[in-house]
């Protein structure tokens, strides 16, 4: 990434901090030191450059976060939770984290306060599943899912019977292999719950409600961001460690 900025590279803010602090205080303040050193350096940044590297930046958030979520019990864990705060804390500097208002309320998806927290969702839910071949339940078709089978091509509802899609370049009438698949239908939603370890790990939380009290409610506050000026700090510094989130905070 640094190899894009030429020389400027040299001059771009680092991580010399370590990862993990407890004092919020002192987490506090090299989140300012660090957001005054991209503040320096952000006017060098060309904007066609910052333009071409953005789906890099972000796509290296994404990737980081994932790994943590895929990694929790892995002895790996540590290694995304660095990458999470070495990913977020470029993406914060050159393209900012952004504290919008929806709702009534300010609104974050700060990848760095986002991630810590280590819980995801749960759903309890009734479906059937028919065969992507055939369309009978998978209890009554004689195909084995997984395997591959020959099936031709139809557009059922405006969308293409082998991808779904509604346009693609599949012809119908054309025979393509396709790997039969146990598609859920008929699901009735029950419950969502929060868990420890989400059966899928990307269930995760997306967003968080932020409260500034009597600061929020300056029409001043809200107005940074509702032009898209007010960021959040947080990608800048260390955090407090992950937080693994007590279960019975979260049931009654």
Same mark, same amino acid.
């Given at each position: 990434?640094?190899?894009?900025? &030429? +020389?400027? !590279?040299?001059?771009? /803010?680092?991580? @010399?901090?370590? %990862?993990?602090?407890?004092? =919020?205080?002192?987490? #506090?303040?090299?989140?300012?030191?660090?957001? &005054? +050193?991209? !503040?320096?350096?952000? /006017?060098?940044? @060309?904007?066609? %450059?910052?333009?071409?590297? =953005?789906?890099?930046? #972000?796509?290296?958030?994404?990737?980081?976060?994932?790994?943590?979520?895929?990694?929790?019990?892995?002895?790996?864990?540590?290694?995304?939770?660095?990458?999470?705060?070495?990913?977020?804390?470029?993406?914060?500097?050159?393209?900012?984290?952004?504290?919008?208002?929806?709702?009534?309320?300010?609104?974050?998806?700060?990848?760095?306060?986002?991630?810590?927290?280590?819980?995801?969702?749960?759903?309890?839910?009734?479906?059937?599943?028919?065969?992507?071949?055939?369309?009978?339940?998978?209890?009554?078709?004689?195909?084995?899912?997984?395997?591959?089978?020959?099936?031709?091509?139809?557009?059922?509802?405006?969308?293409?019977?082998?991808?779904?899609?509604?346009?693609?370049?599949?012809?119908?009438?054309?025979?393509?292999?396709?790997?039969?698949?146990?598609?859920?239908?008929?699901?009735?939603?029950?419950?969502?719950?929060?868990?420890?370890?989400?059966?899928?790990?990307?269930?995760?939380?997306?967003?968080?409600?932020?409260?500034?009290?009597?600061?929020?409610?300056?029409?001043?506050?809200?107005?940074?961001?509702?032009?898209?000026?007010?960021?959040?700090?947080?990608?800048?510094?260390?955090?407090?460690?992950?937080?693994?989130?007590?279960?019975?905070?979260?049931?009654?």
């Amino acid at each position: 990434m640094t190899a894009a900025f &030429d +020389e400027n !590279a040299l001059l771009m /803010p680092v991580i @010399d901090f370590k %990862l993990v602090q407890a004092d =919020e205080g002192v987490r #506090r303040a090299i989140q300012v030191k660090k957001r &005054d +050193e991209w !503040a320096e350096f952000l /006017p060098s940044v @060309d904007a066609a %450059l910052l333009e071409k590297v =953005e789906p890099h930046v #972000r796509k290296a958030v994404a990737s980081a976060t994932a790994a943590l979520n895929f990694l929790e019990d892995h002895e790996l864990r540590e290694d995304a939770h660095v990458a999470i705060h070495q990913a977020s804390f470029v993406q914060r500097g050159l393209l900012g984290c952004p504290i919008v208002v929806r709702d009534d309320e300010y609104w974050t998806a700060c990848p760095v306060n986002v991630s810590h927290i280590r819980m995801g969702t749960s759903v309890g839910m009734v479906a059937e599943f028919a065969c992507s071949i055939c369309g009978r339940m998978v209890e009554d078709c004689d195909h084995v899912m997984g395997e591959p089978y020959r099936q031709v091509a139809k557009h059922l509802d405006g969308h293409c019977s082998i991808c779904e899609a509604p346009e693609c370049e599949h012809v119908v009438g054309s025979s393509y292999l396709v790997v039969a698949q146990a598609r859920t239908v008929n699901a009735v939603m029950h419950e969502t719950s929060f868990v420890a370890r989400p059966r899928y790990p990307q269930a995760r939380i997306t967003e968080l409600t932020q409260d500034y009290g009597d600061e929020g409610d300056d029409p001043r506050f809200r107005a940074l961001a509702d032009r898209g000026a007010l960021h959040c700090d947080v990608d800048l510094g260390p955090c407090d460690g992950l937080n693994e989130m007590a279960m019975d905070q979260f049931t009654s």
